[in-house]
């Protein structure tokens, strides 16, 4: 099994890309994170499963670990998403 760290670097790239994807109303790469909206398309544990091909519970445990420092985590029905990428000159 990949360290922690591995994963975790698996996670946060499968979430940028999928995150900026679904962004339907503006391109996180075009427009300055002070601009982004509130209402950002969210991203489902799931999905970041099967693009990384993590277990679940993996991709989970990833996600709680970089709550905070690199992205936004939300939930509903037991589904874990991310609801915002955090910008990496964000202050820790």
Do not use: H, K, Y
């Not at 499968?14 to 679904?22: D, E, Y």
């Amino acid at each position: 099994m990949a360290s922690d760290d591995t994963v975790d670097d698996m996670v946060a790239e499968a979430v940028l890309q999928l995150w900026s994807a679904a962004q339907t109303d503006f391109d996180p790469f075009e427009v300055p994170s002070e601009e982004w909206p509130a209402n950002a398309v969210p991203v489902r544990d799931a999905d970041i499963a099967v693009d990384t091909r993590l277990e679940l519970d993996d991709v989970r445990a990833s996600l709680e670990r970089l709550d905070g420092l690199r992205l936004v985590l939300g939930g509903d029905a037991g589904t874990v998403s991310v609801v915002r990428v955090l910008p990496e000159d964000t202050p820790l």
